[in-house]
């Protein structure tokens, strides 16, 4: 069993920046992809960033050049830095990660935190 504990949201001004960490623990022997989603009230869940172990990044259209996705391999935690942030990127911020166990691969989500900003 994996557990992602996720630390970072909260309400920020139209502009402004929040940076979301999400740290991994538990039956691990490796983490592949890591990434960041989120679901706003009404709407589907959608891909924000991902990075493989290698370092490889994707973005949505929507946050490319105001969000960085980084990892910390050692730490087997992932960062979303958002900045510049707008009214539209309010929503629930979840953390996903795809690991590997001696017996299985795997894919785990955070609990969510909230990401509220305001106009």
């Known amino acids: 069993q994996v557990q992602l504990v996720e630390s970072g949201g909260g309400l920020v001004q139209a502009g402004g920046s929040l940076r979301l960490s999400c740290a991994a623990s538990g039956n691990i022997l490796s983490i592949n992809a890591m990434g960041w989603y989120r679901q706003a009230p009404g709407k589907q869940r959608e891909l924000v960033a991902a990075i493989t172990s290698g370092g490889s990044t994707n973005y949505a259209d929507s946050v490319k050049g105001r969000f960085t996705i980084s990892r910390d391999n050692a730490k087997n935690t992932v960062y979303l830095q958002m900045n510049s942030l707008k009214s539209e990127d309010t929503a629930v911020y979840y953390c996903?990660?795809?690991?590997?166990?001696?017996?299985?691969?795997?894919?785990?989500w955070g609990q969510g935190t909230q990401v509220t900003v305001s106009s």
């Open positions: 996903n990660v795809h690991y590997e166990t001696a017996y299985a691969a795997l894919r785990s």
